[in-house]
């Protein structure tokens, strides 16, 4: 009988932790992703250990909001690795899960889905020559362009066709 009671104990315990990543996760992602609420290694290597232990691992890992923990799996890696040498790792991660993000993705149509950002330019007395330089740019995409998009730029029928391309 005492086993049977541990097994609901640890059993418990995972239901618990899974609760408190999903909550974490989320609040990880209406904050805009910071690195700062990021987890530890160890505190991702317990508490993953424990929920695959209880068999609540692999579809957690599928939530999307829980998928930067995935980034982590190389944990005997010197933590002292920066964190922008894992986003490549997160990106294709994010690829592969399905990143709805907007700006990040295809649309329907199969173009790039930029989110584009509105740029308030300098009224006239405010201008320099850097700021007058960019004429008529009034915006920026709010995200880099993905691989996911740069093959879609590389793979349309007309890519190679040089009356887009100069030399230079």
Excluded at 1 to 25: K, P
Excluded at 87 to 98: D, T, Y
Aim: glycine share 8%; aromatic share 8%.
């Amino acid at each position: 009988m005492a086993a049977f009671g541990g097994v609901v104990r640890a059993q418990r315990e995972a239901l618990i932790r899974r609760d408190e990543v999903l909550r974490d996760a989320t609040r990880w992602d209406a904050r805009g992703r910071p690195d700062h609420l990021l987890p530890h290694p160890e505190l991702v290597a317990e508490v993953r250990s424990r929920l695959a232990a209880a068999g609540l691992w692999e579809d957690l890992r599928r939530e999307g909001r829980v998928a930067y923990f995935l980034a982590q799996d190389d944990l005997e890696q010197d933590e002292a690795i920066a964190w922008h040498r894992r986003r490549p790792a997160i990106g294709g991660l994010m690829a592969v899960l399905g990143d709805e993000r907007p700006g990040v993705g295809l649309r329907p149509d199969g173009l790039p889905d930029i989110d584009w950002i509105a740029i308030r330019l300098p009224d006239a007395k405010e201008q320099d020559a850097a700021s007058a330089a960019i004429g008529r740019a009034r915006q920026i995409a709010r995200c880099p362009v993905t691989n996911t998009q740069y093959l879609a730029f590389t793979s349309a029928d007309d890519y190679t066709d040089t009356h887009w391309w100069q030399e230079g």
